[in-house]
């Protein structure tokens, strides 16, 4: 019998597919979306930005209540949320007088509903999953971020050409539904409430999970939370990284058909490279941190591989968009986008590092940064573009990923935030 946490965390990774494929849908529906209403690549960027500002704005609310109301209640809730708002988008008539701003709304609220998935799943992880085993845990988790984005323009763009672009995101709530009602039904807050769990399990659960910890909750401290070199430099670094991605996520496909001139089914099929490289290298990177850490401990395995994987990004980035052919050009962005989901891992992982109780509210604040970055980059990127050009769009990337791997040179996840001292792991 297949372990209950195991199954948790697979349901974990089809609830973080299902909410990237409801929020990348509009990347692939976005031209014929545009057409219809009469958009602008700008006014475009600003509906894909609406989302993101939702997203971020309510992340450290969405790891309150994750707490507050339980990670079971909130994903249920918040899956149900995000449905019916992906559904709002197919019922935004294209006569409107405010058409614009009506989809700027829409996307807003699902940004919202998407919020509580991370700080949710942080809770199951944290309550479910003993410390040995949770690299690999979020490795699964997180590689659905790439499985969703990239299952997007296949099967999207199947559906967009047989029955319009409004089906899409019919047939995305319903998905998202079903996946949602599982979840329910199989999901438990705490192990020993789940009538599976095997005494075996429970037993190897509580042995691998930290109890030596008081109970009580301490206030969070967010004077020293804000100050502190550790988190500004990550939050600075999960900004670019969220900059360079969501170029992937709103722009790439547009950028293959409008610039590279590959026709809508072409297209579909070579956007998902940069995902699927995303997803084996979101795997890949759990599996390659934890083993730098134990062989040369966590100052350098921590830091040591995102340096690597975003001057690589950069170098990946600049090469693919002076590239002449498109399918090169299209394999060597694909390489950038799985090289900085390397580092996807040591972003998560060092919070736990050096925040201690308080990784929760550290790593909102540092996936806030990440999501304004990509709010920016859904707009900027196709002004960029308009004015100066793709490769000058791509330039720009590149430069913000060099400037995060130099923020992680600031980063020591041997310090706590509580007072300096070392963690248990680095003693």
């Given at each position: 019998?297949?372990p209950?946490?195991?199954?948790l965390?697979?349901?974990?990774?089809l609830?973080?597919?299902?909410?990237?494929?409801?929020?990348?849908?509009?990347?692939?529906?976005?031209?014929?979306?545009?057409?219809?209403y009469?958009?602008?690549?700008?006014?475009?960027?600003?509906?894909?930005?609406?989302?993101?500002?939702?997203?971020?704005?309510?992340?450290?609310?969405?790891?309150?209540?994750?707490?507050?109301?339980?990670?079971?209640?909130?994903?249920?809730?918040?899956?149900?949320?995000?449905?019916?708002?992906?559904?709002l988008?197919a019922l935004?008539?294209?006569?409107?007088?405010?058409?614009?701003t009506?989809?700027f709304?829409?996307?807003?609220?699902?940004?919202?509903?998407?919020?509580?998935?991370?700080p949710a799943?942080?809770?199951?992880?944290?309550?479910?999953?003993?410390?040995?085993?949770?690299?690999?845990?979020?490795?699964w988790?997180?590689?659905?971020?790439?499985?969703?984005?990239?299952l997007?323009?296949?099967?999207?763009?199947?559906i967009i050409?047989?029955?319009?672009?409004?089906?899409?995101?019919?047939?995305?709530?319903?998905?998202?539904c079903?996946?949602?009602?599982?979840?329910?039904?199989?999901?438990?807050?705490?192990?020993?409430?789940?009538?599976?769990?095997?005494?075996?399990?429970?037993?190897?659960?509580?042995?691998?999970?930290?109890t030596?910890?008081?109970?009580?909750?301490t206030?969070?401290?967010?004077r020293?939370?804000?100050?502190?070199?550790?988190?500004?430099?990550?939050?600075?670094?999960y900004?670019?990284?969220?900059?360079?991605?969501?170029?992937?996520?709103?722009?790439?496909?547009?950028?293959?058909?409008?610039?590279?001139?590959?026709?809508?089914?072409?297209?579909?099929?070579?956007s998902?490279?940069?995902?699927?490289?995303?997803?084996?290298?979101?795997?890949?990177?759990?599996?390659?941190?934890?083993?730098?850490?134990?062989?040369?401990?966590?100052?350098?395995?921590?830091?040591?591989?995102?340096?690597?994987?975003l001057?690589?990004?950069?170098v990946?980035?600049?090469?693919g968009?002076?590239?002449?052919?498109?399918?090169?050009?299209?394999?060597?962005?694909?390489?950038?986008?799985?090289?900085?989901?390397?580092?996807q891992?040591?972003?998560?992982?060092?919070?736990?590092?050096f925040?201690?109780?308080?990784?929760?509210v550290?790593?909102?604040?540092?996936?806030?940064?990440?999501?304004?970055?990509?709010?920016?980059t859904?707009?900027?990127?196709?002004?960029?573009?308009?004015?100066?050009?793709?490769?000058?769009?791509?330039?720009?990337?590149?430069?913000?990923a060099?400037?995060?791997?130099?923020?992680?040179?600031?980063?020591?996840?041997?310090?706590?935030?509580?007072?300096g001292?070392?963690?248990?792991?680095?003693a």
């Open positions: 019998m297949v209950v946490r195991f199954l965390v697979f349901l974990l990774f609830l973080s597919t299902v909410a990237f494929l409801d929020r990348t849908n509009i990347s692939i529906a976005g031209v014929a979306l545009a057409q219809e009469a958009l602008t690549q700008i006014q475009l960027g600003w509906v894909f930005s609406a989302f993101l500002l939702g997203y971020a704005g309510f992340q450290i609310p969405a790891g309150w209540l994750a707490v507050r109301l339980g990670p079971r209640n909130i994903l249920s809730l918040g899956v149900l949320w995000w449905g019916v708002f992906t559904a988008t935004v008539p294209p006569t409107a007088s405010h058409g614009l009506m989809l709304l829409v996307r807003l609220g699902l940004g919202i509903g998407e919020s509580v998935v991370y799943a942080n809770q199951i992880v944290a309550r479910w999953v003993p410390v040995q085993e949770r690299g690999k845990a979020n490795g988790i997180f590689a659905g971020v790439g499985a969703g984005a990239g997007t323009p296949p099967i999207l763009n199947a050409e047989s029955y319009g672009w409004r089906a899409s995101f019919w047939f995305c709530a319903v998905v998202g079903i996946v949602g009602l599982i979840w329910y039904i199989v999901a438990r807050d705490r192990p020993d409430q789940h009538p599976r769990v095997s005494d075996a399990e429970l037993e190897h659960i509580r042995a691998g999970i930290d030596s910890r008081p109970a009580a909750r206030p969070v401290p967010w020293r939370i804000f100050s502190n070199r550790d988190v500004l430099a990550l939050t600075i670094s900004f670019t990284f969220g900059y360079v991605v969501w170029i992937f996520f709103s722009w790439f496909f547009i950028y293959l058909a409008e610039v590279r001139g590959l026709n809508l089914k072409t297209s579909a099929l070579y998902m490279l940069p995902f699927i490289a995303m997803t084996v290298c979101c795997l890949l990177g759990g599996v390659i941190n934890d083993a730098i850490v134990k062989r040369y401990g966590l100052r350098l395995g921590r830091c040591g591989l995102p340096v690597i994987a001057l690589l990004t950069a990946f980035l600049v090469f968009s002076i590239a002449n052919s498109a399918t090169v050009a299209t394999l060597v962005l694909a390489g950038g986008a799985g090289a900085i989901y390397l580092s891992s040591a972003y998560w992982s060092v919070t736990a590092d925040a201690g109780e308080h990784a929760g550290v790593s909102g604040v540092m996936n806030m940064g990440c999501q304004v970055g990509g709010a920016i859904a707009s900027l990127t196709p002004w960029i573009a308009a004015e100066l050009g793709w490769k000058s769009a791509f330039f720009v990337a590149a430069a913000l060099v400037i995060g791997a130099v923020a992680w040179l600031l980063v020591d996840p041997t310090r706590t935030l509580e007072d001292r070392l963690p248990r792991s680095a």
